[in-house]
C-alpha cells in the first residue's frame, strides 16, 4: 500500500492526524511538522482536496540509507520514477537536509537530479528536463539525522493553504491553514460570527467554510498529481462534482439557519481585498463587511448568539456571546 507524508506548521500535527483519520486514511503517524499515512492514490487526491491543514501531500517512492555522495546517487538512481511520470515531463528537485558530506542542498538536489535523469536515459534514451518555475512533477528528498534519504512526489503542486480564493491580501497575511487551525482549536463548528479586525478576510472565509462544508482545495486550478501515470481524471471530477454539491447545499442550510459572518476593520482599502476574497470563494451571501474603529464596534445580529473573534485572547479563541452583548 503507498505510504504518504503530509507536512504542516508545527503545532497543526494534531488536527492533521484527526483529519486524516477522518478522511480514511490508514497507519496514520503523528511526527513533527507532519503526519504519515497509508492508503491509494485515490485517497490522497481527497486528502488534497479536503485538508484544512496540511501544507504537502507527498507520496513516498523510496528510502535509502546514504553515507556518501556516491551512495546519495546510486539510492537515488535505483528507484522506479519510470512508475509515476515519463521522460517527456518536466521536473524540478528540492532537497532538505544537511550532514558531513552533503552540506549544501543545491548540491544534494543536483546529484538526485543527476541520478533521475541518467536512469531515464538509460531505460528510455532521452531525459526529464528541468523546470524551476513550472514543472509537471516536483521530487522532493529528505535527509534525515541519521542519513536516511526519503524521496517522495509532491501531489500538492502549489503549497495547500494556497486555496486561490485570495489573491489579495493584507500588510500581515495569515495563511489560510493556520486560519483554519484557529478556528478548530475555536471549537467552532457552525453560527454566526464577527471579527473584529477581519484584514482581508480570511479567518472568515475559513470559519464559513468549515460551518459549509465547503472543501479547502475546490477553488484550486490544479494539483501535482494531476501529471502522474496513474491519476484518475474521472475518478477526480467526481469527487470534486461531490464536493460542489456539498457546498451549494451547505452554504443554503446556513442561509436557512440565517446564519452570518461579519467583518469589520478600520482600513476600507484592505477590506476591498477582502470582498473580493469572498466572492472568489462564492461567500457573498454570507459574509458581509463594514468599515469602522473597534471601540464603535455594534452588534450586528439581533435575533440569534453569536461568535466574536477576539484577537488579543490566547489563540484567537471564538467566544459565544448573547445578542445584547457587544464586544
Known amino acids: ?70 551512495e546519495l546517487y546510486n539510492g537515488a538512481y535505483s528507484l522506479h520514477y519510470e512508475d509515476y511520470f515519463s521522460s517527456d515531463q518536466t521536473i524540478s528537485v528540492d532537497f532538505n537536509g544537511q550532514n558531513s558530506f552533503i552540506n549544501n542542498t543545491l548540491y544534494g538536489a543536483l546529484r538526485v537530479k543527476d541520478a533521475l535523469c541518467d536512469r531515464f536515459v538509460k531505460l528510455t534514451g532521452s531525459r526529464p528536463n528541468v523546470d524551476r518555475e513550472n514543472p509537471d512533477v516536483c521530487i522532493n528528498a529528505h535527509l534525515d539525522k541519521k542519513n536516511n534519504v526519503t524521496i517522495s512526489l509532491d501531489l500538492s503542486g502549489k503549497a495547500l493553504h494556497r486555496r486561490e480564493y485570495r489573491t489579495e491580501a493584507g500588510i500581515a497575511p495569515l495563511k489560510e491553514n493556520l486560519a483554519a487551525a484557529i478556528v478548530a482549536r475555536s471549537g467552532y463548528v457552525s453560527g454566526s460570527v464577527v471579527d473584529p479586525m477581519c484584514g482581508s478576510g480570511t479567518l472568515l472565509i475559513e470559519a464559513a467554510m468549515k460551518a459549509a462544508d465547503i472543501a479547502p482545495g475546490l477553488f484550486r486550478s490544479s494539483y501535482g498529481f494531476e501529471k502522474l501515470k496513474d491519476f484518475d481524471a474521472v475518478e477526480f471530477t467526481h469527487y470534486k462534482r461531490e464536493a460542489h454539491a456539498r457546498a451549494e447545499a451547505g452554504k443554503q442550510r446556513l442561509i436557512d439557519a440565517r446564519v452570518s459572518f461579519y467583518g469589520f476593520d478600520r482600513d476600507p482599502a484592505v477590506l476591498e481585498k477582502a470582498v473580493q476574497n469572498v466572492e472568489r470563494a462564492g461567500l457573498s451571501q454570507l459574509i458581509k463587511f463594514t468599515a469602522g474603529d473597534l471601540h464603535e464596534l455594534k452588534n450586528p445580529v439581533t435575533s440569534h448568539s453569536v461568535s466574536v473573534l477576539k484577537r488579543n485572547s490566547p489563540a484567537g479563541r471564538l467566544r459565544s456571546f448573547r445578542p445584547r452583548r457587544i464586544y
Open 1 to 70: 500500500m503507498p505510504k504518504f507524508f503530509a507536512t504542516c506548521p508545527k503545532g497543526l500535527e494534531g488536527l492533521l492526524n484527526a483529519e486524516l483519520v477522518q478522511l480514511g486514511a490508514e497507519s496514520v503517524k503523528e511526527t513533527v511538522a507532519g503526519v504519515s499515512f497509508s492508503g491509494d492514490l485515490n485517497l490522497a487526491v481527497r486528502v488534497c482536496l479536503w485538508t484544512r491543514f496540511a501544507t504537502r501531500v507527498l507520496l513516498t517512492i523510496g528510502s535509502f540509507h546514504t553515507d556518501s555522495d556516491i
